[in-house]
């Protein structure tokens, strides 16, 4: 480690001794990817949540920067960087929850699926090494295309002999994030009040926003709907072009994906009635992985909910959805079978 890196570690463990005397306890995180578009602001808000006690951020590059500037924020987490693949079992090593936000973004033009022949293969690699060095840990997977890389983490696991389907999330938080946001304009309301279910998948077609389960109960017309759920689903896409090739959303994931990970900690913790959105293996439908709400626990997923009464239109996506999920988990289970 460099110098500078050497001196934060060794200030870090007195900090732990001294949360061992009696402070709270907290959970163990690491970001891998963590020097990265999102990786970074989410690195920071980890150490500015309470119930980090340690914070290991792991790049292929940039790692020791990242990880000296995070570290000088004057709160609990202790943070330690790693850097390359010869790092890699140091970083996950005692981890209790995994985030990865590694990988490329899109492209204006790009589909999520064109990071697959990239991305593909970095999860795999990260994920041979959490079966390795950290086979109870939670994983919040982030990198696209989710509904492909949810599969290939799960086959790496099987493959290991690991696997705990409760225990591999794909975040969808970004597409639950946005349509409380885009909800809330239309009704006028504050978006902290608005809870809206979005269910299926994280790309185009299978984010699919349930309008009817709103709460609070509302109504929408037609064209609110159209307009809702196109929003909703090319929300990405929004945010791509806006960025006109320097990348895709960063800063609203890295805060969607801190609500994600407080409420898989607090589930770990403990805590009663944890239900957020998510894309996990589930018998909700006859698609082997699903995003819907699950209820978070100690073990992880403790139970996956399922979609309630749906209306016409949303049946109708629902079919759509379904078509287009199914071939991206076939195509993630292919590339670990093959
Ligand atoms: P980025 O290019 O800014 O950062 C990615 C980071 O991953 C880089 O620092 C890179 O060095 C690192 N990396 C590459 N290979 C690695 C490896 N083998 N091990 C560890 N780290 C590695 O990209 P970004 O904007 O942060 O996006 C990252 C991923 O997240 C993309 O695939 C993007 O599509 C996805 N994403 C998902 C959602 C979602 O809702 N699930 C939202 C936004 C972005
Ligand atoms: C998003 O929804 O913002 C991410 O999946 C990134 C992307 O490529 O759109």
Redesign the pocket.
């Known amino acids: 480690l460099p110098p500078n890196l050497q001196m934060e570690e060794g200030c870090g463990l007195r900090r732990a001794n001294c949360r061992a005397k009696g402070a709270a306890p907290g959970f163990k995180v690491a970001i ?2 963590a ?5 970074q602001p989410l690195a920071m808000l980890m150490k500015m949540n309470p119930l980090v006690s340690v914070l290991h951020l ?5 790692s020791p920067g990242v990880t000296a500037d995070i570290s000088h924020m004057d709160t609990g987490a202790v943070v330690r960087g790693f850097l390359g693949q010869a790092q890699l079992e140091d970083a996950l090593t005692g981890m209790d929850l995994i985030i990865i ?6 492209k204006p033009g790009m589909t ?1 699926d064109d ?1 697959f022949n990239i ?1 593909a293969g ?1 999860v795999k ?2 994920c041979e090494g959490i079966a390795k060095c950290c086979p109870n840990a939670i994983v919040n997977l ?3 295309p ?1 509904n492909s890389t949810v599969p290939i983490a799960a086959e790496v696991f099987k493959k290991a002999g690991t696997y705990d389907p409760k225990r591999l999330l ?3 938080m ?2 639950v994030v946005r349509a409380n946001t885009f909800v809330a304009e239309v009704l006028g309301l504050d978006p902290r009040d608005v809870n809206v279910p979005v269910v299926g998948g ?1 790309a185009g077609v299978t984010i699919l926003p349930l309008l009817s389960q709103v709460k609070p109960p509302c109504s929408f017309t037609a064209k609110e709907i159209d307009y809702l759920t196109d929003r909703i689903q090319n929300g ?1 896409t929004e945010v791509v072009e806006a960025k006109a090739g320097a ?4 800063l609203s ?1 890295a805060y ?1 994906a801190v609500k994600f990970a407080d409420a898989c900690l607090r589930g770990l913790r403990g805590d009663a009635g944890i239900v957020e959105c998510a894309f996990v293996a589930s018998q909700v439908t006859e698609l082997p992985f699903f995003a819907s709400k699950v209820r978070l626990g100690r073990s992880g997923v403790e139970e996956v909910h399922p979609l309630g009464p749906l209306n016409e239109y949303e049946r109708v996506g629902l079919e759509k959805a379904k078509k287009e999920l199914a071939a991206s988990i076939q195509k993630g289970v292919s590339f670990i079978r093959k």
């Open positions: 891998l990817g020097a990265g578009g999102i990786g792991y790049d292929v590059v940039n936000p590694a990988g490329v973004p899109r999520r990071l991305n970095i690699t990260l982030i990198s696209n989710v794909g975040v969808t970004l597409d994280h990405g990348g895709s959303a960063t994931m969607a």
